[in-house]
């Protein structure tokens, strides 16, 4: 596709669900990121994969969240549980592959508020 | 471990004015990248820096770094309304991961 695409744009759980947010990249980019950002705040980093390997999965808060890639492509960023301090826009973000210098391009994010 | 910190954290200004965003970092990295982020938006890549001495330039927007200080700077000159936004830094680490600034939330008045 022409950009990162995420779904769904928003979502607004209960306390306790799981929610499963969605994340296309752009074609042909090996590499692929997830960030938290809450309200006026910084991103936080929370996992990449190079092709359908994680091999950092330090940053993920807890282990309610998880995240899987398949074919190269799609990735799903998984939360149990969720508890109010989830609520935030998880960012996805893609790039050529992890090497150096290349430009990482985000999607528009996926808000989540839990009640 | 690499730390990124960015000043200032808010800065309010005139249409017309200069000013600089300082991005220190504490460990070495050959990489820097600016980004821009407006309000309820995702974010938007300005500047990739490659390598000391790097400068780049777009519109009134020009970025470069000095790796043997640490430091990275973005500069507005002539500031208009439309840069108002929340600009990012990001250093590169030794692993290829990208450490976020906190960013700074930038206004710049009519």
């Known amino acids: 596709g022409a950009g990162v695409s995420q779904s769904p744009s928003n979502k607004v759980t209960e306390k306790g669900k799981d929610v499963e947010l969605r994340c296309d990249p752009i074609?042909?980019?090996?590499?692929l990121y997830w960030y938290r950002q809450r309200l006026g705040q910084g991103l936080e980093f929370l996992i990449y994969?190079?092709?359908?390997?994680?091999?950092?999965k330090s940053g993920l808060p807890s282990d309610r969240f998880s995240a899987e890639r398949t074919g190269e492509s799609v990735s799903t960023l998984t939360i149990q549980r969720t508890q109010q301090e989830d609520s935030a826009v998880y960012l996805c973000?893609?790039?050529?592959?992890?090497?150096?210098?290349?430009?990482?391009?985000f999607g528009e994010g996926s808000w989540l508020t839990v009640v | 471990e690499l730390k990124v910190e960015q000043n200032p954290l808010f800065l309010s200004m005139q249409e017309g004015k200069n000013y600089t965003i300082y991005c220190n970092y504490s460990?070495?990295?050959?990489?820097l990248y600016w980004y821009r982020q407006d309000p309820g938006k995702s974010l938007e890549s300005l500047f990739v820096?490659?390598?000391n001495g790097a400068v780049k330039q777009e519109g009134r927007l020009m970025a470069s770094l000095d790796t043997k200080a640490r430091l990275s700077t973005l500069h507005i000159t002539a500031a208009v309304h439309d840069l108002s936004a929340t600009y990012f830094c990001?250093?590169?680490?030794?692993?290829?991961?990208?450490?976020w600034g906190a960013g700074t939330k930038l206004i710049i008045k009519p």
């Open positions: 973000a893609s790039s050529l592959d992890t090497t150096s210098g290349n430009t990482i391009y």
């Open positions: 074609s042909g980019h090996t590499a």
């Open positions: 994969f190079q092709g359908n390997s994680a091999p950092d």
């Open positions: 460990t070495t990295s050959d990489r």
């Open positions: 820096l490659l390598s």
């Open positions: 990001a250093a590169e680490d030794s692993n290829y991961q990208l450490i």
